[in-house]
């Protein structure tokens, strides 16, 4: 089958995006000579973002072979594109092998070898360990996530051949497997930061936090297809709707787990937990979680509350742009404090997002372009197009 | 005594139609009735939308406050007593009761509050204006005003839309 290279984006915008990629390289290329701590923990943001983004898609995809789900069909080419994306995530992961002493305490041999706490972690927390535990869980997620699309794809090119597999069992596979290795990598990158202090939930956190951007981010690509008119005879203000109320639910979901962790350690109280919550409650850094809380619960849902405003895309917009902004805030609140006293926020982190944020666009739109926008075999395609809610 | 005009079909598809076309035509609609719920079928009865969120909204709002309230006066008001170190008014561990009473509330009050509105009160005793319902048939029911109701375009309608079967009823106490 021939593949469409669909130009959905114009030529100034994706000029735009290169020269956005290009400037964010570039921050990153400088600033880990002048400040490398600063751009390492801008690379590790950048880089779980993406991985976030791109596991959710995937996520997405095989959730609703799992669950049988119909309605999802005519935007399954959405959250497929994201996955696409998984690849730079890795990369950018890789890199951190670089600046691992610069941002990772405990991959320096000698303060292990004076710290009991780090020593006894050390069976886990190894730079050896790291590298091969990050290598097994991209390359599981990307492989087995590829085989899962390759199976949707088959179904549309084979116009009568043997009967197609089912991607069905390979998305359990992927879900349950792929889902523990993300809670591990939640441990490995972002929560051994500050390797002395450890939460139990802090996967199912990092989890909550990927589903509600994933989300997000397949809101504004659907908004977005619509309005240029690819998805616009498919896609209809019912299928957002369905998003809408995805999303709704999990920036709750958010909120819950996120108290869930802070009130168990406020409430026991003991010094070796309670250090994480005190770097975060005083000065800048106190305000700017309050505006975590804004930004990823409150305001998205007393906005998406109504129904009005789930069937609006206008409204709909804003929500999923705040909860973006609000993933990046909460990064930003696990990583930063580990190794500032006061926030940092300058041209280095908004390039760097900036090109993260690009490159994800660019690839999003390359893979999309380049596919059938719409499963055409697919046995529920006709429920999906008939949605009603 | 009231006089009803009842049409069964065999599918859904067929059903929503001619629901749509009755309406049109002016006719009086007292309800239509399912084996499983039909989407599409509120919008062409001309149904407004339920009001039984906001009044899950209120009594969610009402159990918040309770909960808020009630951890409040317990511990801080009527018998205060220091746990663990904790100030008096400890918001943060009031959270998970709060929760829970805004579900309970929430709940409780939306199921109680259907019930009471559709009257599916236990002990009452069902109106079954056509059997086959309760299998597999949609049926739409037609209240019959004796002036103005037009019988020839009511079982015109239910032709073209492939009606299985259409018959008056007499309202039975």
Redesign the interface.
């Known amino acids: 089958m021939t593949t469409e290279n669909i130009n959905i984006l114009t030529y100034p915008q994706k000029l735009w995006l290169k020269i956005f990629m290009g400037l964010g390289v570039l921050t990153f290329a400088i600033s880990v000579f002048t400040d490398p701590t600063r751009a390492w923990l801008n690379l590790l943001l950048s880089g779980y973002f993406l991985t976030g983004i791109g596991f959710c898609g995937m996520m997405m995809v095989a959730i609703h072979y799992v669950s049988n789900s119909g309605w999802d069909v005519v935007i399954r080419r959405v959250p497929e594109a994201m996955f696409s994306v998984l690849p730079i995530g890795f990369v950018a992961m890789l890199l951190l092998f670089f600046g691992m002493h610069d941002i990772y305490e405990w991959s320096h041999a000698d303060v292990v070898a004076n710290d009991p706490i780090l020593a006894g972690k050390s069976a886990w927390l190894n730079p050896m360990g790291f590298m091969i535990r990050m290598v097994i869980y991209f390359v599981f997620w990307i492989w087995v996530g590829r085989k899962i699309i390759s199976r949707s794809h088959a179904i549309d090119l084979d116009v009568d051949s043997s009967q197609p597999k089912s991607p069905t069992g390979l998305s359990a596979f992927w879900l349950y497997i792929g889902g523990i290795m993300f809670i591990f990598s939640s441990f490995d990158w972002i929560m051994s930061l500050e390797p002395h202090w450890f939460s139990t939930i802090f996967g199912l956190y990092n989890f909550s936090g990927m589903f509600t951007s994933g989300l997000a981010f397949i809101m504004i690509a659907v908004i977005f297809l619509r309005r240029t008119g690819i998805l616009k005879d498919t896609v209809k203000i019912d299928h957002l709707y369905e998003l809408s109320r995805y999303l709704f639910g999990f920036v709750t979901f958010w909120v819950y787990i996120w108290?869930s962790q802070?009130?168990l350690i406020?409430?026991a109280?003991i010094p070796e937990e309670t250090v994480y919550y005190i770097k975060r409650h005083v000065g800048v850094f106190g305000s700017l979680t309050v505006v975590n809380i804004l930004l990823n619960w409150l305001i998205p849902f007393v906005i998406l509350l109504f129904?009005k405003t789930k069937r609006n895309e206008k409204s709909l917009l804003i929500a999923a742009s705040l909860v973006l902004v609000g993933r990046w805030v909460d990064l930003y609140m696990m990583i930063f404090p580990s190794h500032m006293e006061t926030p940092v926020f300058s041209l280095i982190e908004v390039l760097m997002f900036a090109g993260t944020l690009a490159a994800f666009i660019w690839v999003f739109i390359k893979d999309f372009g380049s596919k059938k926008t719409l499963p055409e075999k697919d046995p529920y395609l006709e429920e999906s197009l008939q949605l009603?809610? | 005594m009231k006089k009803y005009f009842v049409v069964s079909f065999d599918n859904e598809y067929d059903l929503v139609n001619a629901t749509q076309e009755f309406k049109n035509s002016g006719f009086t609609l007292l309800d239509a009735f399912t084996p499983y719920a039909v989407?599409?079928l509120d919008k062409a009865m001309g149904l407004k939308?339920s009001r039984l969120?906001k009044i899950c909204f209120m009594f969610a709002f009402i159990g918040l406050t309770i909960g808020l309230y009630g951890q409040y006066w317990i511990s801080a008001v009527n018998w205060p007593i220091n746990i663990?170190?904790?100030p008096w008014n400890s918001l943060?561990?009031f959270?998970?009761i709060a929760f829970e009473t805004t579900v309970l509330f929430a709940g409780l009050g939306t199921v109680f509050t259907l019930l009471w509105r559709t009257g599916v009160l236990p002990g009452r005793k069902p109106k079954i204006y056509a059997p086959d319902v309760t299998d597999d048939r949609f049926v739409i029911v037609l209240t019959k005003d004796l002036r103005s109701f037009n019988s020839e375009k009511a079982e015109e309608i239910s032709t073209i839309h492939h009606a299985v079967e259409w018959q008056e009823k007499l309202e039975s106490e």
Request: aromatic content about 16%; overall charge positive.
């Open positions: 108290f802070h009130m406020w409430y109280n129904r009603h809610t | 989407h599409g939308p969120s663990g170190g904790k943060p561990g959270m998970p």
